[in-house]
């Protein structure tokens, strides 16, 4: 039981990528999915949340305009969906199920994490 995230890539500033979270073995549409990234050498940070069902979405104010997280149940997946990417946004990007129905932005809501995907964002 786990997610595999793929997309990921390097690219230029200004340049998009589309990351997709896959479910194996449970039926991805019954939770609510988290992405996060994590920098090297920085703490795990949220960047969008989406529900099960009706699909309420949730962003962190750096991401807010430039990306967005939607779902298709019937291919079990996750999207991130990234334009005008920064330097900034490079890190590692990974998927989760929130289990725990805490903050949306605490790693500690969440399980079933991915292996991660690198997003690489240099001139």
């Known amino acids: 039981l786990q997610l595999v995230e793929s997309g990921g890539g390097s690219v230029q500033p200004g340049g998009s990528l589309r990351l997709s979270c896959a479910s194996s073995?449970?039926?991805?549409?019954?939770?609510?999915v988290g992405w996060f990234r994590q920098a090297p050498g920085k703490e795990r940070e949220a960047v969008s949340w989406i529900s099960q069902g009706n699909g309420g979405v949730k962003y962190v104010d750096s991401v807010k305009g430039r990306f967005t997280t939607s779902r298709d149940n019937s291919k079990n997946t996750v999207y991130l969906h990234m334009n005008s990417l920064k330097p900034e946004d490079t890190a590692i990007y990974y998927c989760?199920?929130?289990?725990?129905?805490?903050?949306?932005?605490?790693?500690?809501?969440?399980?079933?994490w991915g292996q991660g995907t690198q997003v690489t964002v240099s001139a």
């Open positions: 073995g449970f039926s991805l549409e019954n939770f609510a």
């Open positions: 989760a199920v929130d289990n725990q129905r805490k903050a949306w932005t605490d790693p500690g809501s969440y399980d079933r």
